[in-house]
């Protein structure tokens, strides 16, 4: 019986599916008319901060509060155009003081607040501005320009700083925060930040963020550090250097006994591998490392020697595949931590990471030690449903066992997590509605850090809005969202801003993994435009958003604006033309359907979007016109999706031709 239900929904999704993509399933839709958003304006008494004010940081102040003193200083500059003195507290003290970071002024409670908690306050024409170390009062800063003189930071290439002739904050200012996580890692948009938009983020950790923020002036970073990191000891080039030679007992063995070569894993139960890593670790941290990687490689080749197999068996959980394999790993970094554990001291105290993640992914039965932080990469899960909605086998795996089981395990947990498909960068991939849900999810479990694995390097489908979302959720999860998008989308789209909100929310809840004929569709990060759970929607929705973003560009009030609309349409544009909707149908006249694919593929580069996914480029407009690219659909803009990594292997149509037959 099930069977047959299952059929027939599946016939009734595929034809509901066939009459949106040819209209004979059209239900209407109204237009969205914006409702009326009043923006909070503080009215009430106010300090107004002039020239006769002195910035006070302490005389022994640490780099990061110096620092501190001297951005509020210059921001100021910037918004009433004077410059106050930073004078320091062994000073006599002064009727209007700004006071930065730990002084004799004010006496903080630091210890609630950790690395990175902060407090603002007024007391009478006072101002303390303070946080714990190093982080805090950086961080306290830059929240004290936002919230109370409407300074914004996005990227390196977009920042708002008013100019006002008088300058005036609110005379009652009790602020306290704490962030939820610890390490931050949230860019998506890699190379996208500068110094104060990643401050003003409090991003904390993570490859593409500015070097900067890793020296002591600007506090440092976290120090939670992840990555496929065991070929430290048996890398290709360890092999070349005699490594395998010199010690085959680090190597993971074939069912003959062979070590293997490449890119390959250690041998989980040899003790002298474990000692030879806890070695490696010690030498980190003598360097200043607080947390060693030593994350398994991206392979799922793994060691079957008999002491590794044995142990398997011990570990076998009834998992579908790799049964055992992550208890052999569990146990292979205690055998480190308790090498460093012997040593006492520094080493007894730092972290060893390991991943959660592909041949790992289903947790272990033997407990982590208390020093081991397991990074949790759920790669596989839908992220169009929030928590407990999603039918996907996979998802339902990844979260109600894996990252549950891996939680109840390791005293500390991360995540790994994958905000962006991995095959398009451009293409819509609406995660908007599930992912503050996740981020409780992962905060209610004990996850004490997340980073993202994003490869963009542009603001291509709300890379920067998303980047930030995760940011200011990953400080506090309980943040309200609505007032989030209030926050940011006004100064970074313009007037038009609602229209921007109202497409994020019709692709996230309505158009994103829906469920049709009663049918559940999904969307996952390996996955392209043409996913059927990504967006699917009916004739009278997709001019419903073409409507959206026609009124957004019209109301965007600056070059800048119009730029981050057009860049955040360009999306929903080449999923409609990847999927032969709107003005790209598959039956229109050839001249209207090439006319929108040259147009389309114009205006991607126009406003300076190249990246077509992490290891491929969007054929040049030259190359677009000699290969006829526009007779085409889209998916073949990218040379990776042309079949060639180097662009130069391609020099025609019947080369075009000839390399996707090949």
């Not at 914006?34 to 102040?61: C, K």
């Not at 998506?188 to 904390?204: G, K, M, P």
């Not at 989980?268 to 890593?277: F, G, M, N, P, V």
């Not at 999904?522 to 409507?547: F, M, P, R, S, W």
């Amino acid at each position: 019986m099930g069977a047959i239900t299952g059929f027939f929904s599946s016939l009734l999704s595929f034809l509901i599916i066939a009459g949106m993509y040819t209209g004979f399933y059209n239900p209407c839709k109204a237009q969205f008319v914006p409702r009326e958003v009043t923006l909070p304006v503080y009215e009430g008494a106010a300090i107004t901060i002039d020239s006769d004010y002195v910035i006070v940081r302490g005389a022994d102040a640490i780099p990061a509060e110096r620092t501190a003193a001297e951005k509020l200083q210059g921001f100021l500059e910037e918004i009433g155009g004077f410059e106050l003195e930073i004078v320091t507290d062994d000073a006599p003290e002064q009727a209007k003081e700004i006071v930065v970071g730990d002084t004799d002024r004010y006496a903080v409670e630091y210890d609630p607040l950790g690395q990175e908690g902060f407090i603002i306050k007024t007391i009478g024409d006072k101002i303390v501005i303070a946080g714990g170390k190093p982080r805090g009062t950086l961080y306290a800063v830059y929240d004290f320009l936002e919230k109370f003189l409407d300074c914004r930071w996005y990227s390196k290439e977009m920042r708002v700083i008013p100019r006002r002739d008088t300058v005036e904050v609110p005379a009652q200012i009790d602020e306290l925060e704490i962030p939820a996580f610890l390490s931050r890692a949230s860019t998506v948009a890699r190379y996208c930040d500068d110094v104060d938009s990643a401050l003003a983020r409090r991003v904390n950790e993570g490859v593409d963020i500015p070097v900067e923020l890793r020296g002591a002036e600007y506090g440092g970073l976290a120090g939670y550090e992840n990555g496929h990191a065991v070929n430290v000891l048996i890398s290709q080039a360890a092999q070349n250097a005699g490594q395998l030679e010199a010690h085959p007992e680090y190597f993971a063995k074939d069912e003959n006994g062979a070590p293997y070569t490449g890119y390959t894993n250690p041998c989980l139960t040899s003790e002298a591998a474990i000692k030879a890593y806890a070695e490696y670790a010690a030498a980190r941290i003598d360097g200043g490392a607080i947390c060693v990687a030593l994350g398994l490689n991206d392979t799922d080749v793994y060691c079957k020697c008999p002491g590794c197999k044995a142990v398997y068996a011990e570990e076998a959980t009834g998992a579908p595949q790799f049964d055992g394999l992550s208890g052999a790993y569990a146990r292979f970094l205690n055998g480190i931590c308790t090498e460093l554990e012997a040593k006492g001291g520094k080493y007894a105290e730092a972290l060893i990471s390991g991943y959660g993640y592909a041949i790992t992914e289903a947790p272990p039965k033997t407990a982590c030690h208390d020093n081991v932080i397991i990074y949790f990469c759920p790669i596989e899960m839908c992220y169009a449903h929030r928590p407990g909605e999603c039918t996907q086998e996979q998802t339902r795996r990844t979260f109600d066992v894996n990252f549950k089981g891996w939680a109840e395990k390791c005293k500390q947990i991360a995540i790994f997590e994958y905000p962006m498909t991995t095959e398009h960068f451009g293409i819509p991939y609406a995660i908007w509605d599930a992912m503050p849900e996740y981020i409780k999810l992962y905060r209610d479990n004990g996850a004490v850090a997340l980073i993202n694995c994003a490869g963009g390097e542009e603001d291509a489908n709300f890379y920067v809005l998303t980047g930030w979302l995760y940011s200011r959720l990953l400080w506090n999860p309980d943040a309200d969202v609505e007032e989030l998008y209030q926050f940011f989308l006004p100064p970074y789209y313009g007037a038009g801003w609602q229209y921007v909100r109202e497409y994020i929310r019709i692709a996230s809840e309505e158009l994103t993994g829906r469920t049709i004929g009663g049918v559940q569709y999904h969307i996952q990060c390996q996955q392209g435009a043409t996913t059927v759970g990504n967006i699917t929607a009916t004739n009278n929705e997709l001019k419903y958003v073409d409507v959206l973003w026609a009124r957004a560009k019209e109301l965007a009030g600056s070059e800048r604006q119009l730029l981050n609309v057009r860049r955040a349409e360009l999306s929903w544009r080449i999923s409609k033309a990847d999927n032969f909707r709107g003005e790209f149908w598959f039956f229109n006249l050839p001249p209207s359907r090439t006319k929108s694919s040259k147009q389309l593929h114009a205006d991607i580069w126009d406003t300076g979007l190249t990246q077509h996914a992490g290891d491929s480029q969007y054929v040049t407009p030259e190359d677009f016109e000699a290969l006829q690219l526009q007779l085409l659909i889209p998916r073949y803009w990218g040379w990776k999706q042309l079949g060639r990594e180097n662009e130069g292997n391609v020099h025609s149509l019947w080369d075009l031709l000839l390399a996707m037959l090949n």
